[in-house]
Nanobody, 121 residues
Framework: VQLQASGGGLVQPGGSLNLSCTAS????????MGWYRQAPGKEREFVAS???????NHANSVLGRFTISRDNAKNTVYLQMDSLEPEDTAVYYC????????????????WGQGTQVTVSS
């Protein structure tokens, strides 16, 4: 299984970016998908998650500014980031809890390679 993330870059404060992450490989079912981030010198932190049915959870620090969504047909999760602040600068990692085949009784968490988001004027 591979998770390929894209959409990062350099943006000015107040700007927007849309991250995407597509899972491929041995996939029977994808349960929860999500995003984490890690800023320089800090621990990796939760940003947002979305279940297969569409229910979402966002960290308080991004609530009202970031929106997670997914396209189950494309095995893809998105993170729309608006009103970006310098404090949002970090490497963003996507995750997917994947059941690889019908014989598995629980999912395994996979991580993407990370995409850099830099918010600076």
């Amino acid at each position: 299984v591979q998770l390929q993330a894209s959409g990062g870059g350099l943006v000015q404060p107040g700007g927007s970016l849309n991250l995407s992450c597509t899972a491929s490989g041995s996939i029977f079912r994808i349960n929860t998908m999500g995003w984490y981030r890690q800023a320089p010198g800090k621990e990796r932190e939760f940003v947002a998650s979305i279940r297969s049915g569409g229910s979402t959870n966002h960290a308080n620090s991004v609530l009202g500014r970031f929106t997670i969504s997914r396209d189950n047909a494309k095995n893809t999760v998105y993170l729309q980031m608006d009103s970006l602040e310098p404090e949002d600068t970090a490497v963003y990692y996507c995750t997917a809890d994947i059941v690889n085949d019908a014989t598995m009784d629980k999912a395994r968490r996979y991580w993407g390679q990370g995409t850099q988001v830099t918010v600076s004027s």
